[in-house]
């Protein structure tokens, strides 16, 4: 309960704005219909209106910016005829990057927690490890659940397999039972959510507006084609 207790806000407190605002809280009125990446603005269109409402990218407020990144519009609207534009490849790795880091870092905690070793090299070897033959394993029963007809029973069979040889593995790099190498590995799922949330949290409601905008602009914003280079 004391988890839920403190996750729960934070969940609420950080999840995207259903209505898209401006820094002043005004919401903007008509459909987000596409985003220019030469003037960074983006396009809503409202029947009410005869013109269509340009806004900046800036001037979006935080929670709306961030929930830009998950806009089927935004990953529409890439620049250049290239499959993988220089701003998508950014965006992956920076994807990649923000999920990886949390889960690792729930990996360790929950290794410390559970089996009491605080040394990362054993973070780090499990994780990796688990995760690179967990990712072959699932693509080897998918293939097999595809060549018969996406026969559920062998998905299931597939998870079984995976969550008993991934214990084994977790187990062996922290010397435990088999018991808390499960619960190492599937724990962290959980804890890896709880890290990333408390992370967001911080930077959206700890952070002065300026040093929060320039944080974000730097590590996120700017590298993926949203804000205009740093003048």
């Keep these: 309960m004391r988890w839920l207790r403190i996750i729960l806000p934070l969940l609420l407190a950080t999840t995207p704005t259903l209505a898209w605002e401006t820094r002043d809280g005004s919401e903007i009125g008509g459909k987000l219909d596409s985003f220019d990446f030469d003037s960074k603005e983006l396009v809503f269109d409202d029947p009410a209106q005869p013109e269509s409402t340009r806004v900046a990218f800036n001037d979006l407020s935080m929670r709306s910016r961030q929930h830009f990144l998950f806009s089927p519009v935004y ?14 490849k950014k965006l992956l790795l920076i994807s990649a990057v923000s999920v990886v880091v949390p889960l690792f870092l729930g990996f360790w905690i929950s290794g410390a927690l559970i089996a009491r070793k605080l040394n990362p090299v054993h973070a780090l070897l499990g994780f990796a490890g688990s ?14 659940s595809a060549r018969f007809d996406g026969n559920t029973s062998l998905l299931w069979a597939g998870f079984i397999v995976a969550a008993i040889f991934l ?12 018991i ?9 799922l959980f804890v890896g959510v709880c890290v ?31 804000s205009p280079p740093a003048t």
């Design 75 to 88: 990953h529409r609207s890439f620049p250049g005829d290239s499959l993988w534009p220089a701003e998508k």
């Design 131 to 144: 995760w690179i033959i967990g990712s072959v394993l699932v693509t080897i029963y998918l293939i097999l």
């Design 167 to 178: 214990s084994i593995l977790v187990s062996a790099v922290y010397s435990c039972s088999t």
């Design 180 to 188: 808390k190498g499960f619960a190492i590995f599937f724990s962290h």
């Design 196 to 226: 990333a949330l408390i992370l967001l949290a911080t930077t959206n409601l700890l952070l002065p507006e300026a040093s929060r905008d320039e944080l974000w602009n730097k590590l996120v914003f700017r590298p993926v084609g949203l």
